[in-house]
């Protein structure tokens, strides 16, 4: 494990613990306006979560809108729904059995599910490519070097793994040579002996872009095979996911977007009618 | 570690744990304004779940942060017309306790 | 309409207008019989609006106009020897028929021919007399028009029937005539006798009407299936059993015969039908002299004479013809004898009579018998006009037994009375002699039954029975003229009865008279003489009627002396003379009723001296003494007044307007009655003269008159002019030894015995009442005390009758009610109880049953529903709640279907499949 392993280890335990505390303290408390703020806690925990998650976008979006906007005006209705002198023991809760055995049920058969049941492991595409009469079958990896990187899709962080596979090779393979290339970037290199199965080999540093990688498979005698991914744009690294999401809203998107702007619109004067002080008698 | 697995799975629990706070919240609390609190740990949590999983697994790409932050623009719609209506409880009944909004009790 | 216009249609009608040789035509043939019934119409409609004077005068005046075309035709046919047809068209005609009984053809057709012409002589100028007498004694009637609208009803139907030239047409008067007597019998209905009177004139004679009918119908289909002739006419009739008399089986000749013969015994009241002729002396005596002396009894003989050709075919028909005749008139003769109702000994008379006639077409002597109803009518009409007159004068008494010493007071009267009883007795040379003889002559010497074995022996029987019966007759008309006018009167001023009491058995009035109140004198209300407008008197009388008087004799035997009848005047204001009840003890007593015995001092009523039996057979007019037992005897009540159904009405006669009268003596009646009685005393005297047989020089003319109907030719009978018969020998007669030259001597003795049995029942009755006052009879009475009642009870004929007849069809009514009501009601309230019961178990199993399940559905639903309805708390928490349970079992449901394969091969390894 590296000592940066270690630490993002560390941090997401630390901020796991702060939104769980947060979402139980907002279960549980009795006084709405620590469950308020209860709920900023769990609200920036999940920003920061997102940011370990390189989501960086959506961790400003949270953090803004949510945190910002909604939790401010939470607050506020905390303040405006509660006579001052009330809000030490303004949050009473009904806790029936009913309801703690249920939320009990969801959370463990999710857990079943998540833990037990769910392969969150998907393996990659192959590809097969002749070359020099052997079927050599190419595979790409995230970062982690088990999960499958779909051929077009995006590499996580700069860092990609390849993998090769070649059952029968004609002649002595000894090792694989990796190369990714991109379009404006060096070629990266990587050699790894060969080995029954699946061979991988991992590149990092990466830059950002479309990267096409070949593999060269060679032994004693030289080159026995070359196999190139099937085309361009194999995979794309980002660093960042701001581009692809703003390119995601642009694109397919682009009608829910404007939608969503509608409707956050008529929200916005629903709710101001909804709230209008009524004119007594 | 007590979690060596793969950090979706950090996040999916996470996310699970947090999911059943907010429900819990709302299935016990009586003010109307921790509903909505309720409400919003709810969409947190499945907005970590999102996220975990568009940044865990490419699988198709980017939708998962997509959806996320079109879930973060409804729950802002959302809590602003909740909160429109509880103001608008509290200004009808004077509190906003939810067990006394029952005149759809049989 | 008017008349020509009348008239007119009745031209426009008729298609085959047959005229006899005097060019008579049809419209006025047909006035004789529809005149009266105009009068009817008019009388009805209009008449009863118009003053008495205007309805006598139109009613007189149709039948005055009748008789004068009666005259007419009587001439013309007497003229032209041919009968006069006037046929006015087809009454029963169905077209397309050729044979059979829907062949036949009836017409509206009438036939004057000789027979015809008598009868309507008789009629119309009997019954003009008859409606010139009632305006005087109905004067004071209420109902005038009403009454004179039936006589003139009954005139036009009388017609009809004589001149009709079909049984049908002659059917509808027959029927009519009995219509009409029922009418005018029960006239004055408000007693209820008087309505039970007419009712049984007409329930008898409609007995005798079935068997009419049966007869003629048997008649008119033997005649078309035989001979293929379906008609009904006479004159075709009588061609087709002509020329086929051989051909025409006994048998069925006798049961036509006998069948038409019943039809006549009830409308010529012979026995066993006669009942209804006494108890019809309850309608006005104008009526009985009409109806019941002089036209409608005589439809039965008329009706045997003119259909001769068929019971000549029958021996056996004619012998009972003869025999029941013969059986009446001695049956009835001998009930005459014993009663004391003045138009109770007449109508018996009539019963003798009309016997005598039916003796007389029984034999095949038509024309003696058509003869003899020639003659009866004029001198019985004239007995009834006279009995009418005498009770008019005693102011409505009818007892015989009360009357006397009229001679001086009513003169007239007596003088054609006598005359009349005298001709009625057959003293030569007045009509009943001859009539009366030719009948007995020609019963000793038919030759009708020869070959049967009736030969020989039958007619002389008839004879002597009908010489008996002549002898009876006289003998009780003698008493009756005696008792009426010659005998010591018994009316006068009141006194007390004090006379011995009636001898129980003959007061069977006594107990029934308890009850009756005093006639109240003047006229009541409706007209009607104020003692009729009390029901309760008359209650039964006959039983005293007819009661030889043996009351001192039966005092010895049984009674006590019931307690004299305090004095009182018999009336208010009719001061009806009485005998003297000083006079009653002494004499010997004829009469004995429960008269005067009961010292009731209710029951009075005028015109009844109040108690006769002691003195009633007194001839001595010396003793004149009033008497004025209050307590009028029931008897007199009784015979006064209607009583028992059986003697039914009889006491209105005196009733009828005399209200009015002053009574203190009997006196004469107005002119406009003792015209007829005198008309008809004068006809008694001549008619006889038509028919004085050839054995006394005389030419018969009647008998010639009539020979074209009574002979039986085959040939057609207009053809047949038969010449005026004065003196004519060879008129085919059936008497051969009749006409011409050698005369029987038996029939000079025969008529010798006749005169002799009148003189001797006259003399006979001279002596027993004139002389010894009654007392052999009184004697004769109370030795055979049985005898006499046996008779005066008018040989119990009537409750016979009564429990024979009627009491088993009303027990059978009684039946028939009953099963009607238990059974068959019963049924159908029995059906409807069960009906109910049904729709009781339905009703329940409905209430019980299904109502049951469908609340008990909804109250389930209730039930579950109140459990369930506890979950809608209003609480949004709760209801997130078990949103999420049941999301949350949605879901494990779906994790196990997706991992079915496994968990199932789990499961199965686990329990080891």
């Given at each position: 494990m590296e000592a940066s392993d270690i630490v993002l280890n560390v941090i997401f335990y630390v901020l796991a613990a702060a939104a769980i505390a947060g979402a139980v303290a907002v279960a549980v408390s009795k006084n709405i306006v620590r469950s308020a703020f209860a709920l900023l806690a769990v609200l920036f925990s999940a920003a920061a979560l997102y940011a370990v998650m390189k989501a960086d976008f959506i961790a400003a979006a949270q953090v803004l809108i949510y945190v910002g906007g909604i939790l401010v005006l939470i607050i506020f209705a905390v303040m405006l729904t509660h006579r001052i002198t009330d809000v030490?023991?303004?949050?009473?809760?009904?806790?029936?059995p009913a309801a703690f055995c249920a939320c009990l049920c969801l959370l463990f058969s999710l857990v079943v599910v998540i833990l037990f049941t769910a392969r969150w492991q998907r393996e990659s595409d192959e590809v097969v490519v002749r070359s020099g009469g052997n079927e050599v079958f190419l595979r790409q990896y995230q970062g982690d070097g088990s999960t499958g990187l779909a051929f077009g899709g995006a590499a996580f962080e700069g860092s990609v793994v390849l993998g090769v596979r070649v059952d029968r090779p004609n002649g002595d393979v000894k090792y694989v040579t990796f190369t990714a290339v991109s379009g404006k970037e060096k070629p990266k290199t990587v050699v790894i002996p060969f080995q029954l199965g699946v061979t991988k080999g991992a590149l990092s540093d990466l830059a950002e872009g479309d990267w096409h990688w070949s593999a060269v498979l060679s032994g004693a005698d030289g080159e026995v095979a070359k196999a190139e991914s099937p085309a361009a744009r194999d995979f794309t690294v980002n660093r960042g996911i701001t581009k692809t999401v703003a390119r995601a809203l642009a694109g397919p998107y682009l009608l829910a977007f404007e939608v969503v702007s509608v409707l956050l619109l008529a929200a916005l004067v629903g709710a101001a009618f909804l709230a209008r002080k009524e004119v007594r008698e | 570690m007590i979690f060596t697995r793969h950090p979706l799975e950090h996040m999916l629990l996470l996310s699970a744990i947090v999911f059943c706070c907010g429900v819990y919240t709302i299935l016990t609390r009586k003010n109307a304004v921790s509903i909505l609190m309720g409400v919003e740990l709810v969409l947190n949590a499945a907005n970590i779940n999102f996220v975990a999983f568009s940044q865990y697994t490419r699988i198709g790409g980017v939708h998962g942060n997509v959806f996320t932050i079109f879930v973060i623009l409804l729950a802002a719609a959302e809590a602003a017309v909740a909160l429109a209506i509880i103001i608008g409880m509290y200004q009808n009944f004077g509190k906003v306790d939810v067990d006394q909004a029952d005149n759809m009790k049989e | 309409m008017s008349l020509s216009a009348f008239v007119s249609v009745l031209q426009e009608h008729g298609d085959n207008v047959a005229h006899a040789a005097g060019s008579i035509s049809p419209t006025l043939v047909w006035m004789v019989p529809l005149l009266p019934v105009f009068g009817f119409v008019f009388q009805i409609f209009i008449g009863q609006k118009l003053p008495k004077p205007i309805v006598a005068f139109v009613s007189c005046g149709v039948v005055a106009a009748s008789c004068l075309i009666a005259w007419i035709l009587f001439l013309n046919v007497r003229a032209s020897h041919q009968p006069i047809v006037a046929d006015i068209g087809p009454w029963i005609q169905i077209p397309g028929f050729k044979d059979g009984w829907l062949s036949v053809i009836a017409r509206h057709k009438l036939v004057v021919d000789q027979l015809t012409c008598v009868m309507i002589l008789v009629i119309t100028n009997i019954g003009f007399l008859i409606h010139v007498y009632s305006t005087g004694y109905m004067a004071d009637e209420k109902r005038f028009a009403r009454y004179f609208s039936y006589l003139n009803l009954f005139t036009g139907f009388m017609l009809i029937l004589v001149m009709a030239s079909n049984v049908l047409l002659m059917f509808v008067g027959w029927e009519g005539v009995g219509l009409c007597s029922y009418l005018l019998i029960g006239f004055w209905f408000e007693k209820k006798e008087n309505a039970a009177a007419g009712m049984k004139a007409f329930v008898v004679n409609r007995v005798g009407d079935l068997a009419f009918t049966i007869g003629a119908l048997t008649l008119f289909v033997f005649l078309g299936r035989q001979f293929h002739v379906w008609t009904i006419d006479f004159e075709e009739m009588k061609q087709v059993i002509l020329t086929h008399k051989d051909a025409i089986p006994v048998g069925l000749a006798t049961f036509v015969g006998i069948m038409l013969f019943i039809g006549a015994t009830g409308k010529s009241a012979q026995v066993p039908l006669y009942v209804w002729l006494p108890d019809a002396m309850a309608g006005p005596t104008p009526v009985s002299a009409l109806i019941h002396a002089a036209t409608m009894v005589t439809a039965g003989v008329y009706m045997i004479a003119r259909l001769n050709f068929l019971f000549t075919l029958s021996p056996t028909a004619m012998a009972v013809v003869t025999g029941i005749g013969a059986l009446t008139a001695i049956f009835a003769g001998s009930i005459g004898v014993a009663q004391n109702d003045i138009k109770k000994v007449l109508a018996y008379s009539t019963v003798s009579q009309l016997g005598f006639m039916f003796m007389g077409v029984g034999v095949g002597a038509y024309a003696a018998g058509v003869f003899h109803l020639f003659t009866h009518a004029f001198f019985k009409a004239c007995l009834f006009l006279g009995s009418g007159s005498v009770i008019h004068g005693m102011g409505g008494e009818q007892d015989i037994r009360k009357m006397g010493g009229l001679k001086s007071k009513m003169p007239i009267t007596f003088w054609t009375f006598l005359i009349a009883s005298l001709a009625l007795s057959g003293v030569?040379?007045?009509?009943g002699f001859f009539s009366k003889d030719e009948i007995l002559w020609q019963a000793w010497s038919t030759d009708k039954f020869a070959g049967t074995a009736l030969a020989g022996w039958y007619g002389k029987l008839i004879w002597l029975v009908g010489a008996t019966a002549a002898a009876c007759t006289a003998f009780y008309m003698t008493r009756l003229v005696i008792k009426t006018f010659l005998d010591r009167p018994k009316w006068g001023t009141a006194t007390a009865f004090s006379g011995g009491g009636l001898p129980d058995w003959m007061d069977e009035e006594k107990k029934k008279e308890s009850k009756k109140e005093p006639p109240k004198s003047g006229t009541g209300p409706d007209g009607m003489p104020a003692w009729m407008e009390d029901d309760a008197i008359g209650g039964d009388l006959p039983q005293d009627e007819s009661m030889l008087d043996l009351g001192n004799v039966r005092k010895k035997k049984k009674d006590p002396e019931p307690p004299p009848p305090p004095p009182k005047p018999a009336h208010d204001d009719e001061s009806h003379p009485a005998i003297p009840s000083s006079l009653l003890q002494d004499e010997s007593l004829l009469d004995l009723g429960a008269v005067g015995r009961k010292p009731k001092a209710s029951h009075e009523d005028h015109g009844h001296a109040s108690d006769l039996p002691h003195d009633e057979s007194m001839l001595d007019l010396g003793k004149v003494g009033g008497h004025g037992a209050p307590s009028h005897d029931a008897h007199d009540a009784h015979d006064a007044h209607a009583a028992t159904p059986h003697d039914a009405g009889h006491g209105h006669d005196s009733g009828h307007g005399h209200g009015g009268h002053g009574h203190g003596e009997p006196h004469e009646s107005p002119f406009s009655m003792w015209l007829a009685l005198v008309v008809l005393a004068a006809g008694s005297i001549l008619v006889g003269f038509l028919g004085v047989p050839a054995a006394l020089g005389g030419s018969n003319r009647f008998e010639h008159w009539l020979s074209p109907v009574t002979e039986a030719h085959a040939s057609h009978g207009a053809e047949h002019a038969e010449k005026p018969a004065h003196g004519e020998p060879a008129a085919h007669g059936s008497e051969p030894a009749k006409e011409g030259h050698a005369h029987n001597p038996m029939e000079y003795v025969l008529m010798l015995v006749s005169i002799g049995a009148a003189f001797g029942g006259i003399g006979f009755a001279w002596y027993i009442y004139g002389k010894r006052q009654g007392v052999p009879a009184q004697e004769f009475a109370e030795k055979h005390r049985e005898l006499y009642e046996l008779v005066h009870d008018k040989y119990r004929v009537d409750e016979l009758y009564e429990a024979a007849v009627v009491t088993p069809l009303l027990n059978l009514n009684e039946g028939t009610c009953r099963f009607d009501n238990e059974v068959v009601d019963g049924a159908v309230n029995g059906a409807a109880w069960v009906g109910k019961k049904v729709a009781g178990g339905t009703g329940l199993v409905d209430n019980e049953v299904v109502d049951a399940a469908v609340n008990g559905a909804a109250v389930a639903i209730q039930i579950v529903s109140r459990r369930v309805r506890r979950a809608q708390t209003g609480n949004i928490k709760e209801y997130l709640t078990f949103a999420l349970v049941g999301g949350l079992f949605v879901i494990a449901l779906f994790c196990l279907y997706l991992t079915r394969e496994p968990l199932l091969a789990k499961i199965r390894e686990l329990f080891g499949s």
């Open positions: 030490k023991l303004s949050n009473e809760s009904t806790p029936g | - | 030569p040379p007045l009509a």
